[in-house]
């Protein structure tokens, strides 16, 4: 059975990783599971400069799923590469940075830095809901996921670039292709859906930041449907996300077109639930006999 | 070091209505286990409610190999958490937290919690009572009706000062009004606090007029309760160049004068 897959360049001993702001720098994660069986790590959002987030509260629990208003709180690159890059590298599995900022001239500054660093890919977050410039802002069309992905292609020259998209969007298709064009070498999706819970007895939203990112299971049809749907628009290779839990839940990212996947919020859940996805997805390549797990990706058979 | 263990519920009792208390065999909580740390438990075995309810360590027993907790029926967690049953399996994360309770070098102490914030203090002051530490403990309730563990209590403390807010039952008042006229006569060497956010502020302001170091438990919605997510973030004032710490990770106790409550 050979579960591997090729993200983007980026050669995988299997297609699940963790998703970005669930797994931090994977220290915690390592008291729990082998970081070695993973596919690759998404680390937390990592901008240029030290950023302190919102005021809590930052996270509520909702149907399925969650809120989160975190304001993409991060040491900051520098102290990425000293402190957590040396120690994440002692473990066989593909580091991926989220590179995040609040213009233009961020994105690449911070990108010529991931450019000299030893890491596998980058994964450009154009899609946060939880901070006012940047990220989101430039990520609800085709021109604005463009303009950033041509300017920050240009810094980064040696790493793959991976370029995260919102579904806060009318047609997905349009960022995904702003990102092809520009020359990322993939996308992923989904980021989370901007959501609101109200506390009915103080009558205000429970989240600080009155708004927050719902993610979780209960966003998982929506992340299928679009997968499937950039899967059909562009060529580029795709990180599926947004809900997954379970093996067949990775299975089904695969069938609507996604190469690799992430898990999430997931990890809340229990710290193993990326392993035991693992597990499930070898399963279901022995019950279809499956000897290879590349070949299912985008074998979805539409009525 | 914490884990993520099936365990076995031994025993439950409701002490109130609404209050359950569970002990559960888990050998590798109880021998790591430090006064004032959490545990995440995952209420039923299913995605829906999707997140674990954190909850306190009220009583190791070492010898056992048992952990007990107390918690009160809030919402649907805690309402499907207090309906399992005894010999079923528990999911659980712990012990959690690297902000605890520390009463090394300290002679002479004040504990004081209110409602169902004293759950936590209990491991507190019975440890800090078997290292010979002297202490008094103060616990507050609205009414006659929610007073309890006085009992428990007793047993751990050299001396226990009871309140209820209406004084339908032992001292009537609030439970700090106590405390601040004792420590006149009887400065403590450390104050020790959980319980409803005023009475921490109450607490965390006498401390400072009176240059008394005080450590306070504090709560924030977690999601992860590992300090991954960054979610239960609370504002912090200390020496460390940070603007926010987390409760599931720095705490969920903290000095008193390093954070903004
Ligand atoms: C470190 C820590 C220790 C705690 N120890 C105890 C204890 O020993 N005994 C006890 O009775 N309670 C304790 N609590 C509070 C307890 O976690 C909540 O009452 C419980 O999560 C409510 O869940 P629910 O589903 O019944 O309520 P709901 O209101 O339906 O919960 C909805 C969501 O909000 C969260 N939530 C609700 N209230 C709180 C709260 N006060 N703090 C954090 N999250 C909350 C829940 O976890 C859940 O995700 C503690 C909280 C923290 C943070
Ligand atoms: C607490 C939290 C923090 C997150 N932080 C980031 C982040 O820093 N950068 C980013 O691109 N996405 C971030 N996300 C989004 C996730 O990476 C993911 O896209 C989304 O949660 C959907 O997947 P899921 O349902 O599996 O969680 C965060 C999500 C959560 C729940
Ligand atoms: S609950 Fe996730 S960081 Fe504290």
């Given at each position: 059975?050979?579960?591997?897959?090729?993200?983007?360049?980026?050669?995988?001993?299997?297609?699940?990783?963790?998703?970005?702001?669930?797994?931090?720098?994977?220290?915690?994660?390592?008291?729990?599971?082998?970081?070695?069986?993973?596919?690759?790590?998404?680390?937390?959002?990592?901008?240029?400069?030290?950023?302190?987030?919102?005021?809590?509260?930052?996270?509520?629990?909702?149907?399925?799923?969650?809120?989160?208003?975190?304001?993409?709180?991060?040491?900051?690159?520098?102290?990425?590469?000293?402190?957590?890059?040396?120690?994440?590298?002692?473990?066989?599995?593909?580091?991926?940075?989220?590179?995040?900022?609040?213009?233009?001239?961020?994105?690449?500054?911070?990108?010529?830095?991931?450019?000299?660093?030893?890491?596998?890919?980058?994964?450009?977050?154009?899609?946060?809901?939880?901070?006012?410039?940047?990220?989101?802002?430039?990520?609800?069309?085709?021109?604005?996921?463009?303009?950033?992905?041509?300017?920050?292609?240009?810094?980064?020259?040696?790493?793959?670039?991976?370029?995260?998209?919102?579904?806060?969007?009318?047609?997905?298709?349009?960022?995904?292709?702003?990102?092809?064009?520009?020359?990322?070498?993939?996308?992923?999706?989904?980021?989370?859906?901007?959501?609101?819970?109200?506390?009915?007895?103080?009558?205000?939203?429970?989240?600080?930041?009155?708004?927050?990112?719902?993610?979780?299971?209960?966003?998982?049809?929506?992340?299928?449907?679009?997968?499937?749907?950039?899967?059909?628009?562009?060529?580029?290779?795709?990180?599926?996300?947004?809900?997954?839990?379970?093996?067949?839940?990775?299975?089904?990212?695969?069938?609507?077109?996604?190469?690799?996947?992430?898990?999430?919020?997931?990890?809340?859940?229990?710290?193993?639930?990326?392993?035991?996805?693992?597990?499930?997805?070898?399963?279901?390549?022995?019950?279809?006999?499956?000897?290879?797990?590349?070949?299912?990706?985008?074998?979805?058979?539409?009525? | 070091?914490?884990?993520?263990?099936?365990?076995?519920?031994?025993?439950?009792?409701?002490?109130?209505?609404?209050?359950?208390?569970?002990?559960?065999?888990?050998?590798?909580?109880?021998?790591?286990?430090?006064p004032g740390q959490f545990?995440?438990?995952?209420?039923?075995?299913?995605?829906?409610?999707?997140?674990?309810?954190?909850?306190s360590?009220?009583?190791?027993?070492?010898?056992?190999?048992?952990?007990?907790?107390?918690?009160?029926?809030?919402?649907?967690?805690?309402?499907?958490?207090?309906?399992?049953?005894?010999?079923?399996?528990?999911?659980?994360?712990?012990?959690?937290g690297?902000g605890t309770f520390?009463?090394?070098?300290?002679?002479?102490?004040?504990?004081?919690g209110?409602?169902?914030g004293?759950f936590p203090l209990?491991?507190l002051?019975?440890?800090?009572?078997?290292?010979?530490?002297?202490?008094?403990?103060?616990?507050?309730?609205?009414?006659?009706?929610?007073?309890?563990?006085?009992?428990?209590?007793?047993?751990?403390?050299?001396?226990?000062?009871?309140?209820?807010?209406?004084?339908?039952?032992?001292?009537?008042?609030?439970?700090?009004?106590?405390?601040?006229?004792?420590?006149?006569?009887?400065?403590?060497?450390?104050?020790y606090a959980c319980g409803?956010?005023?009475?921490l502020?109450?607490?965390?302001?006498?401390?400072?007029?009176?240059?008394?170091?005080?450590q306070i438990s504090l709560e924030?919605?977690?999601?992860?309760?590992?300090?991954?997510?960054?979610?239960?973030?609370?504002?912090?004032?200390?020496?460390?160049?940070?603007?926010?710490?987390?409760v599931?990770?720095?705490g969920p106790v903290f000095?008193?004068?390093?954070?903004?409550?």
């Amino acid at each position: 059975m050979n579960l591997e897959v090729n993200l983007a360049g980026m050669k995988m001993k299997n297609p699940i990783t963790v998703a970005s702001g669930t797994f931090g720098y994977g220290r915690e994660f390592a008291e729990y599971i082998d970081l070695n069986k993973l596919g690759g790590i998404v680390t937390k959002g990592t901008s240029l400069k030290l950023k302190d987030g919102n005021k809590p509260p930052r996270v509520c629990e909702t149907a399925s799923g969650m809120l989160n208003a975190i304001g993409l709180q991060n040491p900051g690159v520098e102290y990425f590469m000293n402190y957590d890059l040396p120690w994440l590298r002692k473990f066989d599995t593909n580091i991926i940075v989220n590179a995040c900022g609040n213009s233009i001239d961020e994105y690449v500054e911070l990108s010529k830095i991931l450019n000299t660093l030893d890491i596998d890919a980058v994964e450009l977050n154009l899609s946060c809901p939880n901070v006012k410039a940047g990220c989101m802002a430039f990520g609800t069309s085709y021109e604005g996921v463009k303009e950033v992905t041509t300017q920050v292609r240009k810094a980064l020259t040696s790493k793959p670039l991976i370029v995260k998209l919102t579904p806060n969007v009318t047609d997905i298709t349009q960022p995904a292709k702003g990102a092809e064009d520009a020359g990322a070498d993939g996308v992923s999706l989904i980021n989370t859906l901007l959501a609101m819970k109200i506390d009915i007895d103080k009558q205000r939203p429970v989240l600080a930041n009155n708004t927050g990112g719902l993610s979780g299971p209960a966003i998982k049809p929506v992340a299928v449907r679009m997968v499937y749907q950039v899967a059909q628009a562009v060529k580029i290779p795709i990180l599926g996300l947004g809900g997954i839990v379970t093996g067949d839940d990775v299975i089904e990212f695969m069938l609507a077109g996604a190469t690799a996947v992430s898990i999430g919020t997931g990890n809340f859940i229990a710290p193993d639930t990326s392993i035991k996805a693992i597990e499930g997805v070898e399963k279901y390549m022995k019950k279809h006999n499956i000897e290879n797990l590349s070949d299912i990706i985008g074998k979805v058979q539409m009525n | 070091m914490p884990f993520n263990v099936k365990c076995k519920l031994v025993k439950k009792e409701f002490l109130k209505d609404d209050i359950c208390k569970m002990t559960i065999l888990a050998p590798e909580i109880a021998k790591s286990a430090k006064p004032g740390q959490f545990l995440e438990i995952r209420v039923v075995d299913n995605i829906e409610p999707l997140l674990r309810r954190p909850i306190s360590i009220y009583n190791v027993d070492k010898d056992k190999d048992e952990v007990e907790f107390i918690f009160q029926i809030k919402g649907n967690g805690t309402e499907l958490l207090s309906k399992r049953r005894e010999g079923e399996l528990l999911d659980i994360m712990g012990p959690l937290g690297y902000g605890t309770f520390k009463f090394d070098g300290y002679k002479n102490i004040a504990i004081i919690g209110g409602g169902i914030g004293i759950f936590p203090l209990y491991e507190l002051s019975k440890r800090a009572k078997n290292a010979g530490v002297n202490s008094s403990i103060y616990i507050g309730f609205r009414n006659k009706d929610l007073v309890m563990l006085e009992d428990e209590f007793k047993k751990v403390c050299d001396e226990l000062i009871l309140t209820t807010d209406d004084g339908s039952y032992a001292k009537k008042g609030f439970a700090i009004n106590f405390l601040k006229e004792d420590a006149k006569q009887n400065k403590p060497d450390c104050i020790y606090a959980c319980g409803p956010l005023p009475m921490l502020k109450a607490v965390q302001a006498f401390a400072k007029e009176e240059n008394i170091p005080c450590q306070i438990s504090l709560e924030e919605r977690m999601a992860c309760g590992i300090g991954v997510c960054l979610g239960c973030a609370v504002k912090y004032v200390g020496n460390d160049n940070v603007n926010y710490k987390h409760v599931c990770k720095n705490g969920p106790v903290f000095n008193a004068t390093e954070v903004e409550i």
